[in-house]
T-cell receptor, first 116, second 112 residues
Framework: DAGVIQSPRHEVTEMGQEVTLRCKPI?????LFWYRQTMMRGLELLIY????????DSGMPEDRFSAKMPNASFSTLKIQPSEPRDSAVYFC??????????????FGEGSRLTVL | QKEVEQDPGPLSVPEGAIVSLNCTYS??????FMWYRQYSRKGPELLMY????GNKEDGRFTAQVDKSSKYISLFIRDSQPSDSATYLC????????????FGKGNQVVVIP
């Protein structure tokens, strides 16, 4: 299995530009999570989906952030307009929410965003 | 007060030493406790998983949970340079882990 695949790995953009981050979860996983990691705040949950439906987006910092999951194998996190304080590493993770499993999160390698 | 406190201070140890990491938490509903390991420029990966109080051992790694003190620990015996990474504690009140609370992580450097 290829694991969780994220793109792009690195993104440098200017303030005000739109940023789209992409994620392909592990096939068969029914939960998908978007996290943001910074030195100051650590790993923060932004939003998660179950069976492609957004369940909890209370971690999304502002209306500038939006996430979609049009099908079981693809999700996007969009920031529009981007600001320097959005600079962080954004992780996508997936898991299988079956009884009897540990619920282990499988993370992608992250998308490192720098907003100038 | 944050739900999970983990001192992020970098920790440097010589190869072969015992590494001791810990986290404290405030939510008494937490029952599932995990340690994730994160190598530089990579995503976190699950290292240890424990339920409720007690100890769990896996090779050179031991995880301890003391629910009465709201304190969890990770010990790495005979540390190796390949153990150099950031270690994040995580915990949840449900098995689904859909609301995992993470610590900020401890950077560990094992010096050959």
């Amino acid at each position: 299995d290829a694991g969780v695949i994220q793109s792009p790995r690195h993104e440098v953009t200017e303030m005000g530009q739109e940023v789209t981050l992409r994620c392909k979860p592990i096939s068969g996983h029914d939960y998908l999570f978007w996290y943001r990691q910074t030195m100051m705040r650590g790993l923060e949950l932004l939003i998660y989906f179950n069976n492609n439906v957004p369940i909890d987006d209370s971690g999304m910092p502002e209306d500038r952030f939006s996430a979609k999951m049009p099908n079981a194998s693809f999700s996007t996190l969009k920031i529009q307009p981007s600001e320097p304080r959005d600079s962080a590493v954004y992780f996508c993770a997936s898991t299988l929410g079956l009884a009897g499993t540990t619920g282990e999160l499988f993370f992608g390698e992250g998308s490192r965003l720098t907003v100038l | 007060q944050k739900e999970v406190e983990q001192d992020p201070g970098p920790l440097s140890v010589p190869e072969g030493a015992i590494v001791s990491l810990n986290c404290t938490y405030s939510n008494s509903a937490f029952q599932y406790f995990m340690w994730y390991r994160q190598y530089s420029r990579k995503g976190p990966e699950l290292l240890m998983y424990t339920y409720s109080s007690g100890n769990k051992e896996d090779g050179r790694f031991t995880a301890q949970v003391d629910k009465s003190s709201k304190y969890i620990s990770l010990f790495i015996r005979d540390s190796q340079p390949s153990d150099s990474a950031t270690y994040l504690c995580a915990m949840s009140g449900t098995k689904r882990n859909n609301r995992l609370a993470f610590g900020k992580g401890n950077q560990v450097v094992v010096i050959p």
